[in-house]
Nanobody, 124 residues
Framework: QVQLVESGGGLVQPGGSLRLSCAAS????????MGWFRQAPGKEREFVAS????????YYADSVKGRFTISRENAKNTIILQMNSLKPEDTATYYC?????????????????WGQGTQVTASS
């Protein structure tokens, strides 16, 4: 079983950047496909990005493509979500998740382990 802890959230002006980190412990981190989801108040949790075990393949929601970048550092048991050109509609709680499955894995039910989330607010 793997434990996931997100960090790096905060308040940023529209157009600004934030870098989210997810630290994994307690399991064989490199064997998991990793993803980021987000949930705004009153909305369903939605897929943001995911990355394959070796980091060779990454997948993005259309709403963040070209602005967000997912990466992983297996030696440090960490995944990163670099968020640029933030918009007010990016405001949400962001969750890190780990999956034992293969593929693009854009659905919530694909993931077995979840972190507690970190709040991102893009507002002036």
């Amino acid at each position: 079983q793997v434990q996931l802890v997100e960090s790096g959230g905060g308040l940023v002006q529209p157009g600004g950047s934030l870098r989210l980190s997810c630290a994994a412990s307690g399991g064989m981190y490199a064997t998991y496909h990793m993803g980021w989801f987000r949930q705004a108040p009153g909305k369903e949790r939605e897929f943001v990005a995911s990355i394959s075990r070796g980091g060779d393949n990454s997948y993005y929601a259309d709403s963040v493509k070209g602005r967000f970048t997912i990466s992983r550092e297996n030696a440090k048991n960490t995944i990163i979500l670099q968020m640029n050109s933030l918009k007010p509609e990016d405001t949400a709680t962001y969750y890190c998740a780990a999956s034992v499955h293969f593929g693009s894995l854009t659905q919530r039910h694909d993931y077995l382990y979840w972190g507690q989330g970190t709040q991102v607010t893009a507002s002036s």
